[in-house]
DNA sequence: CCTCCTAATGAGTGATTACTCACTTTATTA
DNA sequence: TAATAAAGTGAGTAATCACTCATTAGGAGG
């Protein structure tokens, strides 16, 4: 299921351990349960009402979810653990060295990636984003898998690009935060505020670079 | 309670409409239910527990909250509304002129001001955006009074500076979301992602403008 | 056909929900 | 002080909540 990260094609997209071993009720309860989370939000979605949308008996959930939060964590936590996979790979410096020899690629690689990634999980992500907030195992399990991770390899990553002189010599936590907000802002507005808007993908993600790779380069 | 917006003072703080004429038993309604929001969400939260914390009868909410949705709506739709308060002014251009030479004195001011005003109104600014998919008066407002306003003035900056050769010749939209997101991606960062770190506000703040100034400076 | 086994069911559970209303207390005005 | 209004109360309401469990359905192996 999973690729090979030797280190050259670890930019891989990976499945989600979706659909797998699931039986079709089973499918069908996770797949109303998506939509309801989105609509209404894990707390205003009732268990009878998914029950009645995935065309199933409301015993039939717990049978397979011990309780509703169950349900929720068994479809964000994957999602969750896959957000940050491209950036897991064993050898960073060698990649570093053989597959990015600038910032430039660099960026255009992790935003090209992500943005199937999220571009596909869209609805998860949107949930995810919403609970957070609320759950204590989900705060703790994105801090430790998600946050901590990224930016242990992101820091990396801009103290390898200062060091070759591509990037201005601020604290790399800030270069950091810079880079990912402009990054997310990106998809904030593609996919979250104004998905309804003719959005040409190429050229804004072009700009979007560039704005960053001219706010941090060295001067 | 407001100043005169004349022109060259439009940049203050103002009062969000708060404990005005409400009664001694609606403000603690209020802050009580300001609290739950932001612990459990809008619907985790019940009004027998607002009553409770608040030391008021369960019926009291209801004399002065037709329902539910009626109180958070009373305390989010004034925060909103003044969120981007600083660029409701008559006379834009001028003020541009007189008072903002540079995109970065526009910049650094605009930060400041509304830096004050989210770590003013924090929890209510939380509340607001979590609720804000879930409740279409909620969506329409912010588009109408909040989005549209934003955008239309921010434009009218970028187009000011741009004409100026200040800014790069990309499209205003862009400039304006690779602007708003590194601006929002501090606020993010500096008061709900790691509000427990020891943040240097002054100098990531400077670092913030400088990046924004750098990426997009005319080449 | 019988025996297992697991998936699936849906009526039933007590707890909790947002909200009502007849009533009491407090404040305002004449 | 008497009259009127506004603020506050809390027991009561029907509806809905997440969850349980005895029962049924259906397929596999003998």
Redesign the pocket.
Known sequence: MKKTEDGTDWLFDEEVNESGDL????KRIVKAAVEMFQEKGF?A?????IARRA??????I???Y????DLLLAIVTPVMSHLVAPFIVKDLDKVLKTDYEHYEDFLRAIVKNRQTFIRKHLPIVKILIQEIPFHEELRTQFIEHVAKDLFDRFEKVIIHFQKKGELIQIPPSSAIRLSITAILGFFLARYIMVPEREWDDENEIELTVQFILNGLKAQ
């Open positions: 039986t079709e009720k089973q707390s979605s009732s268990t009878s009402e065309g199933v008996a409301e015993g039939t717990f049978r397979h011990r309780t509703k939060k």
